[in-house]
């Protein structure tokens, strides 16, 4: 019943990657030991902190009831200021970290980090979506999804992981 053409050969390997595939799932996901020799540096303390401060002072001035407590894609100092009305899920998830970043280090309360999450999460659920899954930009003023519409993939994971993370967060809290 074995025969040794290529289809016999073929079909061979792919039982056995399927078969090995758990053990491999299983491998790769493992979490490494860290060692305790392993530090952040002062500095680099510090370097993250003022990065993480910058990222939010970014979300506090520019998440507004103008933008229907959504984060603009950017904003333009040159060759004169403008903010793009616009956002997407990737967006949106790093702004909720950020929020609850902000709190972590104290520079929100936990009051003031709920109202900015609440706010921002029930503007999420008025947004237009497809099969449940948020469109990849939205205009922040109108909420309407921008054309072409469609869903991306990488900014849906990005914002599923954000969202795992921030569950957490709030867990701790």
Avoid at 29 to 49: C, E, G
Avoid at 139 to 154: C, F, M
Avoid at 158 to 166: E, P, R, S, T
Wanted: glycine share 4%; aromatic share 12%.
């Amino acid at each position: 019943w074995i025969r040794y053409d290529g289809l016999s050969i073929i079909i061979v390997v792919f039982v056995l990657a399927w078969l090995y595939a758990p053990a491999a799932a299983f491998w790769a996901s493992r979490v490494p030991k860290l060692s305790d020799t392993q530090r952040v540096s002062d500095d680099d303390i510090r370097s993250l902190r003022t990065t993480a401060r910058r990222t939010f002072r970014f979300f506090e001035a520019f998440v507004t009831e103008t933008d229907s407590m959504l984060p603009p894609d950017n904003f333009q100092e040159d060759p004169d200021p403008r903010v793009a009305h616009r956002t997407s899920p990737t967006n949106i998830g790093l702004y909720l970290l950020s929020v609850a970043s902000a709190k972590g280090f104290g520079w929100l309360s936990l009051s003031d980090a709920a109202a900015r999450l609440e706010s921002t999460i029930a503007t999420m659920q008025r947004l237009e979506k497809y099969r449940g899954h948020l469109y990849n930009w939205y205009d922040t003023q109108t909420l309407i999804p921008l054309e072409p519409k469609y869903v991306s993939s990488v900014d849906s994971g990005n914002l599923a992981g954000h969202l795992i993370a921030l569950a957490n967060c709030c867990a701790a809290h």
